[in-house]
């Protein structure tokens, strides 16, 4: 059942970046990332206070699970989301999303370090061959000039994946004190959104971006704020069933998904390479090893 909703997260976190993508072109200035946040809060809020009716035992609340799960999403929902946001406008979603994937290196080593982990031989292979494409993609993006590939935003968005990565790390450890993924889901976008205000209040954009959201003036910005709530809680709750080592990898099957939805959706402006294609059917083929054999 893990491998299930991770997978379901790979998928709506795809397809978040498409929506993301196209939503960009009514926005010039805005990158979405408040208006998710605002929509990830609405939803998960819900989503948890129906949960805490129905279930007649709900896991208490714990400070230190509270804190962890706070530290969670600024890693992630603040800080991961706000740097691949941008980098999905500086180098497209496909590319975007496949450097993002380099965030199961951060959350393998927080799992091995910090949870003290263990893997059986079979998911090392999955793993190895997840590292294989994405040092395959790596190579082919570098090698390229500047003027096919902004190398700003490569690294922008490699650093959003180090924020994933260990984030991820971060709310596996929280479910040890605090064990209720529908909680850790709603409080990671909650900061994230808190962050996301003083930023737009700062730079004197709050009113118009509540506006924006209010007014429905981005549809797509909307959608992908459904896609990304939910993935959210679905990445939660497969930390429920298997390992975070698992899930992280899991999820790094996005790519792939993502070069299918580019194709289908934004062909005209997705470059997708050859090695682009080799480095997305090894992460595919190391994230079904992991979900077989793991």
Request: net charge positive; aromatic share 14%; charged share 10%.
């Amino acid at each position: 059942m893990g491998f299930v909703f991770a997978f379901m997260t790979a998928f709506l976190y795809a397809v978040s970046n498409i929506l993301i993508k196209r939503g960009m072109k009514f926005s010039k200035n805005n990158n979405g990332t408040f208006n998710t946040a605002f929509v990830n809060v609405a939803i998960l809020g819900l989503v948890l206070i129906i949960y805490r009716m129905v279930e007649h035992h709900p896991d208490p609340i714990n400070v230190t699970g509270f804190l962890l799960f706070i530290l969670a999403g600024l890693s992630t929902t603040f800080i991961g989301r706000s740097m691949h946001f941008l980098g999905i406008r500086k180098i497209g979603s496909a590319k975007a999303s496949v450097i993002k994937n380099s965030a199961p290196i951060f959350t393998l080593l927080f799992a091995l370090l910090i949870l003290k982990e263990t893997i059986g031989g079979w998911p090392w292979l999955g793993l190895g061959l997840i590292l294989l494409g994405l040092m395959t993609h790596d190579t082919e993006i570098f090698k390229k000039s500047t003027e096919s590939i902004n190398r700003w935003g490569a690294l922008i968005t490699l650093l959003g994946a180090i924020g994933f990565g260990i984030g991820q790390g971060v709310r596996k450890q929280a479910l040890f004190h605090f064990n209720d993924p529908f909680a850790g889901a709603f409080i990671g976008a909650s900061v994230a959104l808190l962050g996301f205000f003083f930023i737009e209040a700062k730079n004197k954009s709050l009113i118009s971006s509540v506006k924006e959201i209010i007014l429905l003036q981005n549809k797509y910005y909307l959608v992908a704020g459904i896609a990304t709530s939910f993935a959210l809680l679905f990445f939660f709750i497969s930390l429920w069933f298997i390992q975070v080592a698992y899930v992280a990898a899991i999820v790094a099957i996005e790519p792939v998904l993502c070069v299918v939805l580019s194709k289908l959706f934004l062909a005209s402006e997705e470059v997708i390479t050859p090695k682009v294609l080799i480095s997305a059917s090894f992460i595919f083929s190391g994230a079904g090893i992991i979900a077989v054999m793991g």
